[in-house]
């Protein structure tokens, strides 16, 4: 039955339902009701299935890191956590571009990056180096996963209120990888009993307190691959490709140990400029910041 306009008392609209006794219905109440029938509609639709399924597939590799690096292949368990940051690249690419971002789909995310980023790089280092440090190697690796916890969880509070070109400290995925590329090296150049545990404890601290710090790191969100781009640029992109293939645990070090200290190298270059760190703003229009706006 379609309510019928009564009256209007103290500037709120009322509506008359001869179903019920006293025949009136705020409009607030009716808008909570929309709400909540809006709600469980999208639930009833479901989830969008190409970007979850790449999330899932990180916390599938996450997971196969754990478990190899408990049988003491660390090798493979590095190139699981790197296969694990690719589908997690994917999975929020291919949400924007169709855009099908969802509040669904960005906790699975953080979920899915705490097993993977997380939890794996941190067993993985300490059942790798730092088990001879006893209670210090585990302490560590928890330092580790608690920062990576605490930096998920201010990247989810915080979207809509910074600019979405910048992450604030250093991403959790770039820090895992940073632990897999380390391990891949050292098998690599058969340089991993020659090297003392503090090395890598030193290392694994650094890499917590990049996390947690405030330091902008590039996102790279808005470098779009299937654009245009110069000649020059297409040649040095498959030099790039040649170099991983021809060395792959050195190119991928080298890469990945360049965006980990560009964040304070270009933080010490403001600084020796005198000027300001770029202000993150929020940025109009990213279908991932309008999520979070609208999730409650």
């Not at 009256?7 to 109440?29: C, Q, S, W, Y």
């Not at 990056?113 to 790089?121: E, I, N, Q, W």
Request: aromatic share 12%; with cysteine.
């Amino acid at each position: 039955m379609v309510p019928v306009i009564g009256e209007v008392t103290k500037n709120h609209h009322f509506f008359f339902d001869r179903k019920r006794p006293d025949g009136l219905i705020k409009m607030a109440d009716m808008q909570r009701s929309d709400n909540k029938k809006d709600r469980r509609e999208r639930l009833r639709k479901g989830t969008y299935l190409l970007p979850n399924l790449c999330t899932a597939m990180n916390l599938f590799c996450g997971f196969y890191a754990v478990i190899v690096s408990i049988e003491g292949n660390f090798v493979a368990a590095g190139y699981a956590i790197l296969a694990a940051a690719v589908f997690d690249s994917l999975d929020g690419k291919i949400a924007r571009a169709t855009r099908s971002t969802s509040q669904f789909g960005v906790e699975f995310d953080s979920l899915a990056d705490l097993v993977s980023f997380g939890m794996a790089p941190g067993v993985m280092i300490y059942l790798w180096v730092l088990s001879p440090l006893g209670r210090i190697g585990w302490l560590a690796g928890f330092l580790f996963v608690a920062c990576g916890a605490l930096r998920l969880a201010r990247f989810n509070s915080q979207a809509g209120v910074v600019d979405s070109r910048y992450f604030v400290g250093l991403p959790i995925p770039a820090a895992a990888a940073m632990n897999a590329v380390t391990v891949l090296l050292c098998h690599r150049l058969d340089i991993v009993g020659r090297m003392h545990p503090f090395l890598f404890l030193g290392m694994l601290y650094a890499l917590a307190f990049l996390m947690v710090s405030t330091i902008p790191y590039q996102s790279f969100k808005k470098r779009v691959l299937l654009g245009k781009m110069s000649f020059n640029l297409l040649v040095a992109a498959i030099l790039v490709i040649i170099f991983i293939a021809a060395q792959p645990a050195i190119a991928l070090f080298l890469m990945v140990a360049g965006y980990v200290v560009s964040g304070p190298l270009t933080a010490l270059w403001y600084v020796g400029r005198k000027r300001q760190l770029p202000e993150l703003q929020p940025e109009e229009g990213d279908p991932a910041t309008s999520i979070f706006k609208n999730a409650n």
